[in-house]
């Protein structure tokens, strides 16, 4: 369908979203949408899936020159001032005042969390990793077995231990790639 659209509409920009799988697994365990296949089973058809859409979004971007572009989460958590600033650049977009003061009310202004299907988020980039704290190493380690190649793919490292997962000082992004 996306082709289709694409071709329609000649100035349609698409925004390709993506997120550490092991950020995923958890929000939807806490969500209570983790299948009941198991966490290996969930994250084999996650990566799977993630797999697929970056082959399709490769392709679409050689036929579809400046048409889509890719952010990852993680970034735009960490510095959503700059990324939200670049985005609406690449979408030809205004960026407006009223719109900076929405993104850093919603992203770090420091106020409390307003829920789980909430947009405000007192720390975005504290929000990104929380995972590393609430998922247990074992739980870990079975996403790297099933995702490793994908985390790869988006610029993370696997967690060498138990606290290397828990200390959030340290990233795990070790490269910027170019999706």
């Avoid at 990566?47 to 952010?71: A, D, E, G, M």
């Avoid at 079975?142 to 990233?171: A, H, P, S, W």
């Amino acid at each position: 369908i996306m082709p289709r659209l694409l071709k329609k509409f000649p100035g349609l920009k698409i925004v390709h979203l993506l997120r550490d799988p092991r950020g995923i697994i958890d929000s939807r365990r806490r969500g209570g949408f983790l299948r009941n296949t198991g966490k290996a089973q969930s994250s084999k058809s996650l990566c799977t899936l993630i797999r697929k859409n970056v082959q399709y979004s490769k392709t679409l971007q050689k036929r579809f020159p400046n048409s889509i572009t890719t952010v990852l989460y993680e970034d735009i958590a960490k510095n959503p001032m700059d990324l939200s600033n670049k985005l609406y650049r690449d979408l030809d977009l205004e960026y407006s005042d009223n719109f900076k003061e929405w993104i850093f009310n919603h992203t770090s202004a420091g106020t409390p969390n307003n829920s789980y299907y909430g947009t405000v988020r007192s720390n975005s980039s504290k929000t990104s990793q929380s995972w590393r704290k609430r998922l247990s190493f074992k739980d870990v380690k079975i996403i790297e077995d099933e995702c490793g190649d994908v985390i790869d793919l988006l610029g993370f490292r696997k967690v060498i231990d138990v606290e290397d997962q828990k200390n959030t000082d340290q990233t795990l992004k070790v490269r910027d790639v170019d999706l």
